[in-house]
């Protein structure tokens, strides 16, 4: 399903001049049109293609794993002003979904663990404290901690910090998923091995067969060969379809593993 089907900058007044305005790719924008479920963002650092993801969160009021909201996250406070020039176009306008960056990961997993022991120790004073009184007036005391204990444990089983980054990365991703919803991802390959980001590759085909789409911003060339997605090149100025065998990341990527030497000699 293709939730979101074009982006464009609004006509109008005079645009500002600082960054994100002054990059390649936004001085020179086109209408980004999403063809398939699944759209695979490439570029450089510095290219954009962040820039435009976050800018996009930010527009369609996404979720974002972490902060909760895209308009209240501070960190996106720097692509604030483009959002409000965006103008998306929806086939089926879908508040179900969300955006997340590597970098929001790691802090969730962190955020999650600290609420956990927190947790913990709330029911281990809860205990202490009521120790004396009836069962009934122990368990209401508890009801709360151990409420919101067991929804953790429900959705995450022992808990993210437990297992490894990309083992904790795969089960957020598809704990949080829900059909029919637009999930802007960053990078998503930071946490991951190659061996996972087939499974990740996996679960996405499983929520695209649910409705879901998918944009993608990444430098994995595993990822960007996920069977029938678009990818948009941000190398070039307008932003445009590229062909999975023509990218310099899988072309590079390529010739390294094939002769490794070649490459470290010249180090």
């Known amino acids: 399903m293709i ?11 005079t645009r500002p001049k600082s960054f994100p305005f002054n990059l390649p790719v936004v001085s020179g924008w086109e209408e980004l049109t999403f063809q398939s479920p699944v759209t695979i963002l490439v ?34 406070e720097h692509v604030r002003e483009l959002s409000r ?9 879908t508040r179900r979904g969300f955006f997340l960056r590597a970098e929001d990961f790691f802090g969730y997993v962190k955020q999650q663990s600290l609420t956990r022991q927190q947790m913990k120790a709330d029911l281990e004073r809860v205990d202490e404290e009521y120790k004396d009184r009836s069962k009934l007036a122990q368990n209401y005391a508890r009801m709360a ?6 929804d953790m444990e429900n959705r995450y089983g022992e808990g993210l910090d437990s297992r490894s980054h990309g083992e904790s990365f795969l089960a957020l991703f598809q704990a949080r998923f829900v059909p029919d919803g637009l999930y802007l991802l960053d990078e998503p390959e930071a946490p991951l091995s190659p061996l996972r980001q087939l499974s990740l590759i996996s679960a996405i085909k499983q929520m695209v067969e649910q ?21 948009l090149s941000f190398d070039q100025v307008p932003i445009a379809p590229t ?20 490459f470290l000699r010249h180090l």
């Not at 527009?59 to 902060?67: D, I, L, R, Y």
């Not at 020039?85 to 306008?93: I, P, S």
């Not at 901690?145 to 067991?150: E, I, K, P, R, V």
């Open 3 to 13: 939730h979101l089907r074009s982006v464009s900058l609004r006509d109008g007044e």
């Open 43 to 76: 570029g450089e650092n510095g290219s954009g293609k962040s820039t435009i993801l976050e800018s996009l969160a930010v527009a369609a009021e996404m979720v974002t794993v972490g902060s909760g909201s895209a308009h209240r996250d501070p960190s996106l």
């Open 85 to 93: 020039w965006l103008k998306l176009v929806w086939n089926k306008r």
């Open 145 to 150: 901690f151990a409420g919101q204990l067991h």
């Open 211 to 231: 409705n879901g789409q998918f944009i993608i911003a990444t430098h994995s060339p595993i990822l960007m060969a996920y069977p029938g997605a678009e990818i």
């Open 243 to 262: 062909e999975y065998r023509s990218l310099e990341h899988v072309n590079l990527m390529r010739d390294f593993l094939n002769d490794p030497e070649s």
